[in-house]
């Protein structure tokens, strides 16, 4: 297309043109959104309880490994791992918290935990991911009605779904969980 204005009230309408047909086809600008303090953890299932555990507890998720059995430890200690050259302790979490042991499915995951000294893989049922939360809709009294609650650290209730924060600490730092040899 070759326009050449032949005087300045035709460049002013041109450009007029040009304006009204911008304004008409511009995107419109983002709404401010108000900004939110989220927090972040990793979101996994022990029979049919949802939990999350916060990032910096969780060094790996992985398929469950081969263990080898250690001989005389609790029926929870399922054994250790050679992940990598590295041996890791596995520990059957819900066979910990309610003796009832896990069984070992295709969406069985190991959590490796890592704290001070200590490396852990955690038997959990299934992983669902990274998920993140608005912090001020967490729930300080949220638990689910099991024996184990004084591992839980309230939680949020997000599209109807409850997630319980798992409190690793509080596990890791408990004498039971680190006896695991027979009496």
């Given amino acids: 297309m070759n ?9 002013i309408q041109l450009l007029q043109q040009m304006e009204a047909y911008s ?16 927090w972040s953890g990793i979101g996994f299932r022990i029979g049919k309880h949802r939990f999350v555990a916060p990032m910096e507890h969780v060094r790996e998720i992985m398929k469950y490994p081969q263990v080898s059995q250690v001989p005389g430890s609790k029926e929870w200690v399922r054994g250790i791992a050679n992940i990598r050259g590295n041996l890791l302790p596995v520990f059957d979490l819900q066979g910990f918290l309610s003796s009832v042991i896990t069984p070992v499915r295709r969406e069985t995951r190991i959590l490796a935990i890592a704290r001070d ?12 991911g990274m998920k993140h939360f608005d912090q ?6 949220m638990t689910y009605d099991v024996q184990w609650h004084k591992y839980m650290k309230g939680g949020y209730d ?12 509080r596990l890791i730092d408990n004498s039971d969980f680190l006896n695991v040899a027979l009496k």
């Fill in 117 to 128: 000294k200590l490396n852990a893989g955690l038997i959990v049922d299934e992983i669902y």
């Fill in 23 to 38: 304004r008409e086809h511009a995107a419109p600008l983002p709404l401010e959104e108000e900004i939110k303090s989220v």
């Fill in 3 to 11: 326009f050449e204005p032949q005087n300045p009230g035709e460049i």
């Fill in 158 to 169: 997000v599209n109807e779904e409850s997630w319980v924060v798992f409190n690793l600490n």
């Fill in 136 to 141: 001020q809709r967490f729930d300080p009294r």
